[in-house]
T-cell receptor, first 114, second 115 residues
């Protein structure tokens, strides 16, 4: 069984640029959630996709957007990067979006904005 | 709204000592609660979860947690710490978001284990 994978591992961007982060779900999972983890903080929910539709969103501005593809892989896009966007971005997949189900996390993408 | 508070950002124990990491929750609905562990430069791994089946929940690596509704707590314990337990620990609660579910995390507790 393949776990959740994310790419790239590390990324350095300049303020104002755009970035795309990618996530492959665990086999059989149709729900993907994205989290932002700033240094020294707990992860914060960005949004969730279920069967290619946005299923819920946290308190993040519209320049954070996402996609989920028919194979349930997902992308996180961030436009007009700001210094505060520097963080570890975590993707998590689950069998569906029910609250009692475990979310399986990938290793994350470390984004640095200079 | 759902939230969790982890008391103590840093806990230090000796190898073989009891580990106790504290978590209090706030929830407007019966909560589903989780403990995750994060090793340096890695993602999060589930230690255990509470889904109302039993108040004492056993997880991986010898960890367990007890749900106490009267105290709104879900503290994580391990009888005897190992060096390999040194990591960041996060308590989380499920929260409904539109049609889906988010995990709301605490700020984390760093566990250090000395020999």
């Amino acid at each position: 069984e393949t776990g959740v994978t994310q790419s790239p591992t590390h990324l350095i961007k300049t303020r104002g640029q755009q970035v795309t982060l990618r996530c492959s779900s665990q086999s059989g999972h149709n729900t993907v959630s994205w989290y932002q983890q700033a240094l020294g903080q707990g992860p914060q929910f960005i949004f969730q996709y279920y069967r290619e539709e946005e299923n819920g969103r946290g308190n993040f501005p519209p320049r954070f957007s996402g996609l989920q593809f028919p194979n349930y892989s997902s992308e996180l896009n961030v436009n007009a990067l700001e210094l505060d966007d520097s963080a570890l971005y975590l993707c998590a997949s689950s069998l569906n979006s029910k609250p009692l189900l475990e979310q399986y996390f990938g290793p994350g993408t470390r984004l640095t904005v200079t | 709204a759902q939230s969790v508070t982890q008391l103590g950002s840093h806990v230090s124990v000796s190898e073989g000592a009891l580990v106790l990491l504290r978590c209090n929750y706030s929830s407007s609905v019966p909560p589903y609660l989780f403990w995750y562990v994060q090793y340096p430069n890695q993602g999060l791994q589930l230690l255990l979860k509470y889904t109302s089946a039993a108040t004492l929940v056993k997880g991986i690596n010898g960890f367990e947690a007890e749900f106490k509704k009267s105290e709104t707590s879900f503290h994580l314990t391990k009888p005897s710490a190992h060096m390999s337990d040194a990591a960041e620990y996060f308590c989380a609660v499920s929260a409904p978001v539109k049609a889906g579910t988010a995990l709301i995390f605490g700020k984390g507790t760093t566990l250090s284990v000395s020999s």
